[in-house]
C-alpha cells in the first residue's frame, strides 16, 4: 500500500503541475507560435477505438475491465468474472470536415483460460479512402486506397487478488502509396510492437458505500522503427506510449453507481530539436536515436526554446515543455440498475503540442448479453477535424453479469 499511495501522490502531483502549466502566461503568450508536436508514423494507433472510453475524454487505463482492454491496458483481462466476449467498435472519421471514406474498424475478443488468467487479440483497420496520386509533372497516376491495420494479442495474468500483468504483441502494416509511387522509392511500412501493463484493485468502503480505488500503468507499442523507402535510409518512431492513472467506482445503493478516473499519458519519443537553417542543432537533443534510447530521452530532450515571430527565441524551461507533452484525461460514468449508462470526459493536449481540447458525451445500454455505446465529441478548438466524432461499440459477454 505505501507503493501504491507513493504511485498515486506521483500521479496527482503530475497532473496538477501539467494542469497548471496550461494556465501559465507563457503557455497563453506562445499558443500559436512556436509550435514543437511530436509526430510519429501510423497515428492511427493513438486512436481510442471504442465508444465507452472515447466518451469519457479517453481514459481507459484503470477503469473497469472490458472486451476492448486491448488499448488501454490489457492487464484488465485476467480480472474480468464472464467467460468470453467480443466487440466490434466503428469510427467514422474526421466527417466534420466533409470527408466521407475514412473509416477505423476494430474487432476485440477475449476468453477467461481460468480464474488467473485469460488471453486476447484485437484488429484495428484504419481505411484512408480514395486518393488520387499525380507525379512531379502533374500526372495522373490513378487512384489509390491507402490503408493501416495492426494485429495484436495477448496473455494477462493475476499475480494476487488485487495485482496482474500483461504483454501484448502487435503487428503494425501501414501502406500509404499501393505501390504507385514505386518510382521514387516508396513501399508499405511494417513494425512489431509490444505492451506492458499492470493493473491494481483495492476495495473500499466510503461514507458506507461499497467502492473500489483502481490504477492502472500502461506502456504501449514498443516497436521498430518505421520506414516507407525501399532503401529505409529515413526511419520514423511508431507512438510508444506511456499511460497512467487512478480511477474510483462508488455504488450508491442497488440501483446507482458512479465511476470518476484521472489520466495522464505521454509518448515516449524523442522531441525534435530547433535547428538553425544548415540543419545544425540549437536547442535539444538528436532525435535519431534507437528505440530504447528514444524512450528515455523522451523524459528530457525538450529544446526549452520557442521561435517568436520576430526569429528570435524565448527560453521556456526545459523541464516545462516536458510537462506540456503530459495529455491530461478525466472521466466520469453513471449507471442506472446496471442497464444504462451515462458519460462524460474531457482531454487537454498544450497549444504547442498539438492542440486537442475536447470535451466528450456518451451513452450506453446493457442488456442480457448485449451492450451498444455510442460517443460524441465535442471540439474546443475552432474547425477542429474531430469535431463531431461519432463513436459506436456493440459488445457481447458471454455468462455476463454487471460491469
Do not use: C
Not at 19 to 29: H, I, M, P, R, V
Not at 82 to 91: D, E, H, Q, R
Not at 182 to 204: H, M, R
Amino acid at each position: 500500500m505505501k507503493i501504491l499511495k507513493s504511485v498515486l501522490l506521483s500521479v496527482l502531483f503530475i497532473s496538477i503541475a501539467a494542469s497548471l502549466n496550461a494556465q501559465d502566461d507563457l503557455n497563453t503568450k506562445y499558443a500559436q507560435m512556436g509550435l514543437n508536436s511530436i509526430t510519429t508514423a501510423v497515428p492511427f494507433m493513438t486512436i481510442s477505438p471504442d465508444a465507452r472510453s472515447g466518451s469519457m475524454g479517453d481514459v481507459g487505463v484503470s477503469t473497469s475491465p472490458d472486451a476492448n482492454s486491448m488499448h488501454w491496458n490489457p492487464a484488465k483481462y485476467a480480472f474480468l468474472n464472464k467467460t468470453a466476449g467480443v466487440s466490434l467498435n466503428y469510427i467514422p472519421w474526421m466527417r466534420s470536415l466533409g470527408i466521407t471514406d475514412i473509416n477505423l474498424f476494430n474487432v476485440a475478443g477475449y476468453y477467461k483460460i481460468n480464474d488467473k488468467s485469460a488471453v486476447a487479440a484485437t484488429l484495428t483497420y484504419f481505411s484512408l479512402g480514395e486518393i488520387t496520386f499525380r507525379d512531379y509533372e502533374g500526372r495522373d497516376l490513378g487512384p489509390a486506397k491507402p490503408n493501416e491495420f495492426a494485429i495484436d494479442a495477448t496473455y494477462s495474468r493475476k499475480f494476487s487478488e488485487k495485482i496482474s500483468g500483461a504483454v501484448a504483441g502487435r503487428f503494425i502494416y501501414s501502406d500509404l502509396t499501393n505501390g504507385l509511387s514505386n518510382s521514387s522509392g516508396t513501399k508499405a511500412g511494417t513494425s512489431v510492437a509490444a505492451d506492458i501493463a499492470i493493473y491494481y484493485v483495492e476495495p473500499l468502503t466510503i461514507a458506507q458505500m461499497d467502492a473500489e480505488f483502481a490504477l492502472g500503468v500502461n506502456i504501449s507499442n514498443i516497436g521498430s522503427k518505421m520506414s516507407y523507402e525501399v532503401t529505409k535510409q529515413h526511419k520514423e518512431f511508431i507512438p510508444t506510449n506511456l499511460r497512467i492513472g487512478p480511477s474510483l467506482k462508488l455504488n450508491i445503493d442497488d440501483y446507482n453507481s458512479i465511476f470518476l478516473a484521472v489520466e495522464i499519458s505521454k509518448l515516449l519519443v524523442p522531441t525534435p530539436p530547433i535547428e538553425d537553417d544548415e540543419g545544425n542543432i540549437l536547442y535539444g537533443k538528436d532525435s535519431n536515436v534507437s528505440l530504447l534510447m528514444g524512450m528515455i530521452q523522451s523524459f528530457y530532450d525538450a529544446p526549452g526554446y520557442t521561435q517568436l515571430d520576430n526569429g528570435e527565441y524565448a527560453k521556456i524551461g526545459v523541464f516545462r515543455e516536458e510537462l506540456q507533452e503530459i495529455n491530461i484525461s478525466v472521466g466520469a460514468e453513471y449507471w442506472y440498475n446496471n442497464l444504462l449508462a451515462v458519460r462524460l470526459g474531457y482531454l487537454y493536449e498544450n497549444p504547442r503540442k498539438g492542440d486537442r481540447q475536447y470535451i466528450t458525451v456518451g451513452a450506453g445500454v446493457k442488456y442480457n448479453v448485449f451492450a451498444l455505446d455510442l460517443s460524441y465529441l465535442i471540439s474546443l478548438k475552432q474547425r477542429s477535424p474531430l469535431e463531431n466524432t461519432l463513436r459506436f461499440s456493440l459488445t457481447l459477454d458471454f455468462d455476463a453479469s454487471a460491469r
